[in-house]
């Protein structure tokens, strides 16, 4: 299958800093990434569409100028977390439909912030 | 009502017993059906897949999907710990690859030794 990479894998920093997780398609290209939030014990929670060369759409009540995703590529988008907070902690985690429609899964973002 | 429906657990059962899973929906404008499992601090990772109505079976897995009452399940024969984890359904309208997919909370499954 497809394979989505993301980096970093964990990240710890300080509060009021921002922080860049990179999404990667491998050995496909992707037109549309979605990154998803996931607390403890919780479901992914769609937070916005990446589209390659136009603006992200964002989920309702998810802060634009707080998470701000850029889809430079056919293989990478990035979302940065800017000014972050310890509420910010949570599991970052993006994906990228296949050719059959299915999602491929990136292995997560650990964000810390202390 | 939530689009997609699924008991959180936890479920445990003993190894070697049949694993059932299941979601309902209310859309029903889906057509794709899909069941991932993640192991803790990991991402998803796709199990199976299914468009519009009936079985698919892989190995183990069995998917069933039932549109008329907008219900689907997932079936592990042979459980073992490894399949201990957390198991998402996931379903989408398909109107274009891009559409995005709704998921379910996640059953978190034990398989006890």
């Known amino acids: 299958g497809a394979v989505v990479s993301q980096h970093p894998s964990r990240v710890i920093c300080k509060s009021g800093t921002s922080v860049k997780i990179e999404c990667r398609s491998l050995?496909?290209?992707?037109?549309?990434m979605f990154w998803y939030r996931q607390f403890p014990k919780q479901s992914l929670m769609l937070m916005a569409t990446s589209n390659e060369g136009s603006k992200a759409t964002y989920e309702q009540g998810v802060e634009k100028d707080k998470f701000l995703i850029n889809h430079a590529s056919l293989t990478l988008s990035t979302l940065t977390v800017t000014s972050a907070h310890p509420e910010d902690s949570s599991f970052y985690i993006c994906?990228?439909?296949?050719?059959?429609?299915?999602?491929?899964f990136g292995p997560g973002t650990r964000l810390t912030v202390l | 009502q939530k689009e997609v429906e699924q008991d959180p657990g936890p479920l445990s059962v003993p190894e070697g017993a049949i694993v059932s899973l299941n979601c309902t929906y209310s859309n029903s404008a889906f057509q794709y059906f899909m069941w991932y499992r993640q192991y803790s601090r990991k991402g998803p990772e796709l199990l199976m897949y299914?468009?519009?109505?009936g079985n698919k079976e892989d190995g183990r897995f069995t998917a069933q999907v039932d549109k008329s009452s907008k219900y689907i399940s997932l079936f592990i024969r042979d459980s073992q710990p490894s399949d201990s984890a957390t198991y998402l359904c996931?379903?989408?309208?398909?109107?274009?690859?891009?559409?995005?997919?709704?998921f379910g909370k996640g059953t978190r499954l034990h398989i006890l030794p």
């Open positions: 996931a379903m989408s309208a398909l109107r274009n690859r891009d559409d995005k997919i709704i």
């Open positions: 050995d496909f290209q992707a037109t549309t």
């Open positions: 994906s990228a439909p296949g050719l059959g429609y299915e999602q491929f």
């Open positions: 299914t468009y519009s109505s």
